[in-house]
């Protein structure tokens, strides 16, 4: 077993509900910014996970998120029709640098269960993306209206989970309601339980459960060095199977996410049945597409928004 022990949560985080927050301006929604790859990545084996990777990193263009990336989003409108922004962010690794390292330094498939540097991106970084991807259509969005209370509860998570530095950790199994940091996915997807958004439509669309074959599994924690070449090789042809030792995962996939978001977008305009049992409209910025949920009356969660 390679998984770290869980992180302890901060004492002050522990109670933690949002109820003493009050945001100004109505029509509150928290959007998700689905990036999807620029050449898709294939979970299909280690091998080809690990090919389509490099080919996303090394292809053709500059691409900021070569491995896809989820942005999230609240605003609020005041009666003068004033939007503003109440965040605007995003999980990333401080450097990709220390991620290729461990990829050239024998982690192996260990490098789905390690964390490195994190941060949260600023409003200004996320801005400056989204023209070009409304253009281009390489981003779709969800956008859910949210109720007062359940508005205040998201800000004041985001607030928290920077304020006690939970976004100096980035890892694709670190589970940010537990305090341990996220990967980019994982982090926004978070929102739909603050939000109290659960809905198994989208954890059984958007996530991938694969078992790492332990010969694969290298770095510190796993206390051997496995070389590219082996994942590459004919240990890498295929997960672990039934009976061989394996550590397995499951991860939010932007891909998944946008490509669950373009499937409902087409199905609701030729008039098939919605997927979310909440009234829902279609949306689009540029060749963006979009769908927004009224999901104002879904009951705020009560409880402490982190886990002890």
């Not at 949260?120 to 409304?134: C, K």
Request: proline residues 7%.
């Amino acid at each position: 077993m390679i998984r770290k022990p869980p992180a302890h949560v901060p004492d002050a985080l522990r109670t933690l509900d949002g109820k003493s927050r009050r945001l100004s301006g109505h029509d509150h929604k928290l959007t998700f910014f689905f990036f999807p790859s620029p050449h898709g990545i294939d979970w299909s084996s280690p091998k080809n996970l690990t090919l389509t990777t490099i080919k996303n990193q090394l292809g053709i263009g500059k691409h900021r998120h070569p491995i896809g990336h989820v942005n999230i989003g609240l605003t609020s409108t005041n009666d003068s029709a004033t939007e503003t922004t109440h965040f605007l962010t995003g999980m990333v690794a401080q450097s990709a640098a220390v991620q290729r390292k461990q990829v050239l330094g024998g982690y192996g498939l260990g490098v789905l269960f390690s964390s490195v540097p994190g941060r949260l991106e600023s409003i200004d970084e996320v801005n400056e993306q989204l023209p070009a991807r409304y253009a281009s259509g390489k981003l779709s969005f969800l956008t859910f209206r949210v109720s007062p209370s359940t508005a205040a509860r998201l800000a004041v998570y985001v607030d928290a989970y920077r304020n006690f530095g939970l976004d100096h950790s980035y890892g694709l199994q670190n589970r940010p309601l537990h305090g341990e940091g996220a990967g980019c996915s994982a982090f926004a997807a978070s929102f739909l339980e603050v939000a109290g958004l659960q809905f198994q439509e989208l954890r059984d669309n958007w996530t991938l459960t694969r078992t790492a074959p332990l010969k694969l599994l290298g770095g510190p924690d796993a206390g051997e060095k496995v070389p590219l070449w082996r994942v590459l090789g004919p240990a890498g042809a295929t997960w672990a199977t039934a009976g061989e030792p394996g550590e397995e995962f499951t991860c939010w996939d932007p891909d998944a996410m946008h490509a669950w978001l373009t499937n409902q977008w087409n199905r609701t305009q030729r008039g098939e049945p919605p997927c979310l049992e909440l009234p829902l409209s279609l949306s689009h910025r540029g060749r963006a597409l979009g769908i927004i949920v009224n999901a104002r009356d879904v009951h705020t969660p009560s409880g402490p928004i982190f886990h002890s």
